[in-house]
């Protein structure tokens, strides 16, 4: 039986190479706007952050899990909502 | 239910990727952030169905705290902030993944979970009080310049060698909790060590560098934890953030390694020797200038941000070409404070982004351009960086406008760029100095040609 740290560690390798080619040909117009989406879903600890504050514990393991729901909730709802913002004022020369 | 979530992880990864593909172009791009953003829903929601969650309410105010907090910075910021506000963002998102190594914490995990746990909290603390002083310079909350002291080297290295100790400590016996404070507070005084070196000029660097690292530490917070949806969005942030990082050092022609430690521009003396005469022009003269000519490429820089002059400078452009002349936009990679960030306050005044062009493809024609107007950019048109070895920026690629026939320079006096080096632009034959804030000077022209 394989141990699951190796696939976590394959599924990791395969995803910096995808993300290199996902990256590599966006146009200098989109840099900020890709920064922000990319750090939008940074926030992806939120989904981390969970389980660690509904354990019901009352310990210092749920509080920390609670403030991190916090804080990584403000990186998601305030990164794709910045990221729409300024997207939705990229407009093509109307001819 | 619990094939349930993992396949909903396996949904929402792969809306991640395919939102982030037509994120890279600028039709698709809003598309593409939807896609996004639902992807994260997905996670979400599955992530609630955990059958190990027996308590909702602190999950529900930390979403309510922050759906608040983000959702009010994001509507009430204004566009010329957004460096800083992408740079606050990050923080938060770095600070998370902390807390999250922090609490997956457990009696007798596996050396494996220890390591990551201490990756975690390390990226994530660095990520967080780096994104804080990032924050602090970009708003000029604290002085952007670079802060250097002698001896910088030697404590950073005692910095990293305490880290790496007390990493190797800790792994050794995580029962002592006093380990992991150790790694948790030099962390974050690690993270402000590393951005204080840095001066403001290089921030498109440091940004996109922080924004590489909250991805890293969301992603070592899913080994911490065991969960393949944090690894799979974290490291396509960081390998985005490394890409955008690269971008950046190759437009300033210089490695991360000189940008990350060599504080810029500060005690740098410039040897440059200038020769020719500062020869100043008044918006009148400026502007029968402009009447006359048919091509005119227009270079923003920071200058246009902190001046907020996007606005105004639309409304010239649109005179100049009811006026017959064609108009287009440089814009260099690095020019304003963090990647893309002229191409947003464009944007937002309105200015398709077909008419702005990337420095190689304005170059070729700058020598059939009438009048560049240069409005608040400096080091990222200085031809010592074509002409003067000695130069600090010398290799450095730059917009040639002082090939145009005329080159109109606005900016406020004479003190020398962010990088503190001689401009000999400024002293060329072709060139004219148009003193005064930027959105003053432009609003001028355009009184004139209506």
């Given amino acids: 039986m394989i141990p699951a740290e190796v696939f976590l560690t394959f599924i990791l390798m395969l995803t910096i190479f995808l993300g290199f080619e996902l990256i590599n040909k966006v146009p200098a117009t989109l840099h900020t706007p890709l920064m922000s989406g990319a750090n939008a879903i940074s926030g992806i600890t939120v989904v981390g952050a969970i389980s660690l504050a509904g354990t019901g514990e009352q310990d210092i393991s749920n509080w920390l899990g609670a403030a991190a729901v916090g804080l990584a909730t403000i990186n998601v709802v305030g990164g794709y909502m910045v990221t729409d913002r300024m997207l939705a004022m990229f407009k093509k020369k109307e001819s | ?450």
């Fill in chain 2, 1 to 450: 239910m619990d094939n349930v979530i993992q396949f909903s992880y396996v949904i929402a990864a792969a809306l991640f990727i395919f939102g982030l593909k037509q994120l890279g172009s600028p039709a698709t791009a809003r598309r593409g952030n939807m896609i996004s953003a639902v992807a994260m829903l997905i996670a979400i929601v599955a992530a609630l169905l955990d059958q190990g969650i027996v308590e909702y309410q602190w999950i529900a105010i930390g979403f309510l705290v922050g759906a608040i907090i983000g959702g009010l910075a994001a509507r009430l910021v204004q566009m010329t902030s957004m460096p800083e506000m992408v740079a606050l963002f990050n923080g938060f998102g770095g600070m998370a993944s902390l807390l999250v190594g922090w609490a997956a914490l457990a009696p007798g995990s596996a050396t494996f979970t220890l390591v990551t746990i201490i990756l975690s909290i390390l990226i994530g603390g660095v990520t967080f009080t780096g994104s804080m002083i990032a924050y602090g310079k970009l708003s000029e909350r604290i002085g952007s310049g670079a802060v250097l002291f002698s001896g910088q080297q030697v404590v950073n290295s005692l910095i990293v060698l305490g880290i790496l100790g007390g990493a190797v400590m800790f792994c050794l016996q995580p029962e002592n909790i006093n380990w992991l404070y150790l790694v948790v507070a030099l962390s974050l005084v690690f993270g402000v060590m590393a951005v204080i070196p840095i001066g403001g000029a290089d921030m498109p660097v440091v940004i996109s560098l922080l924004n590489s690292y909250s991805g890293l530490a969301a992603c070592a917070a899913g080994f911490a934890v065991n969960n393949n949806i944090l690894i799979v969005a974290g490291a396509l942030v960081g390998a985005s953030g490394i890409i955008l990082t690269q971008i950046m050092c190759k437009a300033m022609n210089r490695s991360l390694a000189n940008v990350l430690f060599s504080g810029f521009g500060s005690g740098k003396t410039d040897t440059t020797a200038v020769e020719g005469e500062i020869k100043p022009i008044t918006a009148d003269d400026a502007y029968y200038i402009l009447e006359a000519a048919s091509n005119v490429a227009i270079i923003p820089g920071y200058g246009m941000a902190v001046a907020q002059a996007q606005h105004v400078v639309k409304e010239l452009a649109e005179l100049l070409e009811k006026n017959g002349a064609e108009v287009n936009f440089g814009i260099h990679p690095v020019a304003g404070r963090m990647p893309g960030h002229m191409n947003v306050l464009l944007a937002e005044a309105d200015v398709p982004y077909d008419q702005l062009l990337e420095m190689d493809d304005i170059n070729p024609r700058m020598e059939n351009v009438d009048v560049a107007i240069v409005i608040g950019a400096n080091d990222v048109v200085n031809p010592a960086a074509r002409e003067n070895e000695g130069s600090p920026i010398y290799g450095m690629p730059v917009i040639n406008v002082d090939k145009a026939r005329t080159v109109f320079v606005l900016k406020r006096s004479m003190a020398s760029g962010f990088a503190g080096i001689e401009n000999p632009l400024f002293y060329k034959d072709n060139t004219r100095m148009l003193f005064g804030d930027a959105k003053e000077s432009i609003s001028s022209l355009v009184r004139e040609f209506s």
